[in-house]
């Protein structure tokens, strides 16, 4: 049996001390992963990473919403400033041409800004919207599928991308996803709207503990559905509170698998097959 993990963080500074132990836990499990991108250091990190492993582990490389502005972050356990980074396109082409690259990712929009006032959430809208424009015009120009993020910014993201789809739609495929929203935590009538668009969801551990999404999975189209653990976050149940790692996607699946009243190989198998033909791997 063969879990496909379609988004991971092992590349991020939370793995310092065991990436390779993780990744090869998950190997040993029978779990691959691709292992996303937030900036260019984090992207090159996951290209250095991949290319330690014959198969089963992947990258996406892409400039996260998030990473464009100053921000803090935990280094090495300390909350560090780290300076937001201008979107370089030649750069992120540059790492986008690996065989090993399987998509764009993560981009978005973040609009959860608690602490920023009007006038500066107004200048931050609009600089990732100018961003993300940019990497989706890169994903087509490298043939790559795109990893989505949103958060609180469902409405603007559709309109984006319904107004790219038309745009671009000659150079995106009619066969198969050109896209995935991550960690899907959205309501039904948003995931409807995102599978018109010709993209597909994906869900973390927030369903072991939340059967908020539970009536989506049981209605939903059986090619429009992934799994992902967004390690080191979203750890599903029964290890919520840890650190969350590739290996533990299992338990996403499982609980999917109860949801739909499948066998946990039917779930694996369907689940795996759709990330493939998302990321074309073979």
């Known amino acids: 049996m063969l879990f496909f993990d379609s988004h991971s963080h092992v590349n991020s500074s939370y793995f310092n ?3 390779d132990e993780v990744l090869r ?9 691709v292992l996303v991108g937030t900036d260019y250091k984090s992207s090159k990190k996951a290209l250095d990473m991949v290319s330690r492993y014959h198969s089963g582990i992947y990258a996406a490389v892409g400039l996260h919403p998030d ?30 041409k690996f065989p090993s690259v399987v998509a764009i990712g993560e981009i978005g929009l973040d609009y959860h800004k608690p602490e920023a006032s009007i006038e500066e959430l107004k200048k931050i809208k609009q600089a990732q919207k100018e961003v993300l424009i940019k990497q989706l015009v890169l994903a087509v120009k490298l043939k790559l599928p795109v990893i989505f993020h949103c ?10 991308l319904e107004d790219f789809r038309k745009e671009y739609r ?14 899907f935590s ?20 927030l369903i072991t503990f939340s059967q908020q999404w539970d009536s989506l999975i049981r209605k939903m189209p059986e090619d429009k559905l992934l799994i992902e653990t967004d390690s080191p976050f979203m750890t599903p149940e029964p290890y919520r509170g840890r650190r969350n790692e590739p ?11 109860q949801i739909k009243n499948w066998d946990i190989e039917k779930l694996a ?8 033909r998302l990321f074309k791997i073979n």
């Open 269 to 276: 198998q369907l689940t795996t097959t759709n990330a493939k």
């Open 151 to 160: 958060r609180q910014a469902h409405d603007d993201l559709i309109k984006i």
């Open 67 to 96: 990473e464009i502005f100053d921000h803090h972050e935990k280094i090495n356990g300390v909350d560090t400033l780290v300076k937001g980074e201008l979107f370089n396109a030649d750069l992120y082409q540059q790492l986008g």
């Open 25 to 33: 836990r998950a190997i040993n499990n029978g779990v691959a992963t």
């Open 186 to 205: 959205a309501t039904e009538t948003i995931a409807w709207q995102y599978f018109n668009l010709g993209l597909v969801i994906s869900f973390t551990g």
């Open 247 to 257: 290996v533990l996607v299992k338990y996403v699946a499982n609980r999917i698998a």
């Open 170 to 183: 000659a150079y995106l495929p009619t066969d198969r996803a050109w896209g995935v929203i991550h960690c």
């Open 17 to 19: 001390d065991d990436a």
